[in-house]
């Protein structure tokens, strides 16, 4: 059992992974506002409601703390840098990663990347983590960001990070569209898969102190290639958003 704190733990994914691993480890979970967040989740949690874009909540935050999972941040592909973007996506990190420096006990961050720093490649790529980025908008600017500042880090003050870059992640299959077509179906990343993945990130021994990873299920046309998670993590993802929708070559 590990001590992990979730940041952005009353959004999607944070809600879902607190599902997956309250029963294992035990969380601390962090968010400006806990009132929709289902109460039951709360049980046998630390929760702190805080505002991490202020340097001084992050005061004594990851005492104790052995991992990170770093899911606080603007979702909007559409946000401008002035707003929301530059307070969550630049100020946060940043801060996360100074307190970092002076937590004795932390092993390791994995922070949501997204599929937005690469997504300027054409539909018809398949876009490996190790390839160049290729950001399509200030959203997926501001994730480059991040995965340069856990790089800096890692290099400088040997903090490990694994960085993933999630797809269309979807908490269940009720939320594919019907009529969604063969991009749409590339990008499908289910909560199980995603849960397995951060498994895997919370249990392998890495190489190198700074990882970057494709976060997809296991599609018949998979928009990134989720190699490079498969052999430094030992993923195997599980899910195909086109046998789930039967979409695809008929016999």
């Known amino acids: 059992?590990?001590?992990?704190?979730?940041?952005?733990?009353t959004g999607t994914i944070g809600t879902e992974l607190t599902k997956h691993l309250s029963d294992q480890h035990q969380l601390t979970l962090v968010d400006i506002?806990?009132?929709?967040f289902p109460q039951e989740l709360t049980e046998g949690a630390k929760v702190i409601?805080?505002?991490l874009i202020l340097p001084e909540n992050w005061e004594g935050i990851l005492d104790g703390v052995e991992y990170v999972i770093q899911l606080a941040g603007e979702p909007d592909a559409e946000a401008v840098f002035y707003g929301d973007l530059l307070e969550m996506n630049y100020k946060l990190p940043h801060n996360l990663y100074e307190a970092a420096t002076r937590a004795p006990t932390l092993k390791r961050i994995i922070f949501a990347s997204s599929v937005h720093a690469v997504d300027a490649y054409p539909d018809y790529v398949q876009v490996k983590a190790t390839d160049p980025v290729r950001p399509a908008d200030l959203y997926g600017v501001s994730k480059v960001y991040l995965e340069g500042l856990a790089?800096?880090?890692a290099a400088i003050h040997e903090i490990e990070s694994i960085g993933i870059r999630?797809?269309?992640?979807?908490?269940?299959d009720e939320e594919l569209d019907e009529n969604a077509d063969e991009h749409g179906l590339a990008m499908y990343f289910s909560s199980r898969d995603m849960n397995h993945l951060v498994d895997c990130c919370l249990k392998a021994e890495l190489k190198t102190p700074y990882?970057?990873?494709n976060g997809i299920s296991k599609n018949t046309f998979p928009r990134l290639s989720y190699e490079e998670a498969q052999v430094e993590l030992g993923y195997q993802p599980q899910d195909n958003a086109f046998e789930k929708r039967h979409y695809g070559p008929k016999a």
């Open 211 to 213: 990882l970057i990873v």
């Open 151 to 153: 790089s800096y880090h």
């Open 49 to 51: 409601e805080t505002d």
């Open 33 to 36: 506002d806990f009132t929709d």
């Open 166 to 172: 999630i797809a269309d992640y979807k908490a269940s």
């Open 1 to 9: 059992m590990a001590n992990i704190l979730i940041t952005g733990a």
